[in-house]
Protein backbone atom coordinates (compact mmCIF):
# COMPACT_ATOMS: atom_id res chain seq x y z
CA UNK A 1 0.00 0.00 0.00
CA UNK A 2 1.12 3.04 -0.99
CA UNK A 3 1.32 5.83 1.20
CA UNK A 4 2.31 9.64 0.94
CA UNK A 5 2.54 11.69 4.27
CA UNK A 6 2.71 15.19 4.22
CA UNK A 7 3.89 17.53 7.69
CA UNK A 8 5.77 20.75 8.53
CA UNK A 9 2.72 22.74 7.48
CA UNK A 10 1.17 25.61 10.25
CA UNK A 11 0.90 28.74 10.66
CA UNK A 12 3.42 31.79 10.20
CA UNK A 13 3.57 35.16 9.36
CA UNK A 14 4.66 36.65 6.19
CA UNK A 15 8.17 36.78 5.16
CA UNK A 16 8.59 33.36 7.55
CA UNK A 17 9.72 30.26 6.87
CA UNK A 18 8.43 26.61 6.47
CA UNK A 19 9.87 23.29 5.77
CA UNK A 20 7.20 20.97 3.91
CA UNK A 21 8.26 16.61 3.93
CA UNK A 22 6.30 14.25 2.05
CA UNK A 23 7.40 10.59 3.30
CA UNK A 24 6.63 7.85 0.81
CA UNK A 25 6.19 4.47 1.42
CA UNK A 26 5.15 1.52 -0.21
CA UNK A 27 7.04 2.54 -3.94
CA UNK A 28 10.31 2.54 -5.64
CA UNK A 29 10.83 6.07 -4.12
CA UNK A 30 13.87 6.53 -6.40
CA UNK A 31 12.35 5.58 -9.38
CA UNK A 32 9.40 8.21 -8.79
CA UNK A 33 9.41 12.28 -9.96
CA UNK A 34 8.23 13.59 -6.88
CA UNK A 35 6.07 16.93 -7.14
CA UNK A 36 4.44 19.82 -4.28
CA UNK A 37 1.12 20.91 -5.26
CA UNK A 38 -0.97 24.11 -3.51
CA UNK A 39 -4.55 24.70 -3.68
CA UNK A 40 -5.88 27.94 -2.30
CA UNK A 41 -10.03 28.53 -1.60
CA UNK A 42 -12.12 28.89 -4.78
CA UNK A 43 -8.80 28.66 -6.70
CA UNK A 44 -7.57 25.48 -9.09
CA UNK A 45 -4.76 23.31 -8.22
CA UNK A 46 -1.37 24.31 -9.29
CA UNK A 47 2.13 23.10 -9.44
CA UNK A 48 4.09 24.79 -7.29
CA UNK A 49 7.81 22.62 -7.82
CA UNK A 50 8.86 19.43 -8.82
CA UNK A 51 11.98 17.12 -8.96
CA UNK A 52 12.62 14.53 -11.30
CA UNK A 53 14.50 10.63 -10.41
CA UNK A 54 17.58 11.85 -11.82
CA UNK A 55 17.53 15.74 -9.44
CA UNK A 56 15.68 17.79 -12.00
CA UNK A 57 14.13 20.67 -10.29
CA UNK A 58 11.34 23.05 -11.64
CA UNK A 59 9.18 25.55 -9.97
CA UNK A 60 6.18 27.86 -10.55
CA UNK A 61 7.27 31.95 -11.21
CA UNK A 62 5.41 32.76 -8.29
CA UNK A 63 7.92 30.43 -5.91
CA UNK A 64 11.25 31.33 -7.80
CA UNK A 65 13.91 32.09 -5.62
CA UNK A 66 11.96 31.72 -2.42
CA UNK A 67 11.64 27.78 -2.37
CA UNK A 68 13.32 25.01 -3.02
CA UNK A 69 12.54 21.49 -3.64
CA UNK A 70 14.94 18.46 -2.68
CA UNK A 71 14.77 14.74 -1.79
CA UNK A 72 17.30 12.35 0.02
CA UNK A 73 16.04 8.82 -1.52
CA UNK A 74 17.59 6.90 1.78
CA UNK A 75 15.03 8.46 3.36
CA UNK A 76 12.12 8.10 0.63
CA UNK A 77 11.58 11.78 1.77
CA UNK A 78 10.59 14.78 -0.48
CA UNK A 79 11.22 18.12 0.95
CA UNK A 80 9.84 22.30 0.31
CA UNK A 81 11.92 24.60 1.96
CA UNK A 82 9.45 27.73 1.59
CA UNK A 83 11.17 31.32 2.67
CA UNK A 84 9.86 34.66 2.43
CA UNK A 85 6.67 33.46 2.53
CA UNK A 86 3.42 35.96 1.69
CA UNK A 87 0.00 35.67 2.34
CA UNK A 88 -1.16 34.28 -1.51
CA UNK A 89 0.46 31.22 -0.38
CA UNK A 90 -1.56 30.94 1.95
CA UNK A 91 -3.31 26.60 0.35
CA UNK A 92 -3.41 23.55 0.87
CA UNK A 93 -0.34 21.95 0.22
CA UNK A 94 -0.06 18.23 -1.45
CA UNK A 95 2.69 16.03 -2.46
CA UNK A 96 2.76 13.93 -5.63
CA UNK A 97 4.21 10.87 -7.01
CA UNK A 98 4.67 10.17 -10.47
CA UNK A 99 6.18 6.83 -11.50
CA UNK A 100 5.83 3.99 -14.25
CA UNK A 101 1.76 4.52 -15.43
CA UNK A 102 1.04 5.40 -11.30
CA UNK A 103 0.60 8.95 -9.83
CA UNK A 104 -0.20 8.86 -5.95
CA UNK A 105 -1.08 12.13 -3.92
CA UNK A 106 -0.55 12.65 -0.16
CA UNK A 107 -3.60 13.74 2.37
CA UNK A 108 -2.17 17.58 2.33
CA UNK A 109 -0.82 19.94 5.03
CA UNK A 110 -2.55 23.28 5.58
CA UNK A 111 -0.08 26.41 5.19
CA UNK A 112 -1.22 29.90 6.61
CA UNK A 113 0.82 32.77 6.23
CA UNK A 114 -0.71 35.92 7.94
CA UNK A 115 0.05 39.53 6.81
Known amino acids: QVQLVESGGGLVQAGGSLRLSCAAS????????MGWYRQAPGRQRELVAA???????NYADSVKGRFTISRDNAKNTVYLQMNSLKSEDTAVYSC?????????WGQGTQVTVSS
Open 96 to 104: NARGPGRVY
Open 26 to 33: GLMFSIYD
Open 51 to 57: ITSGGTT
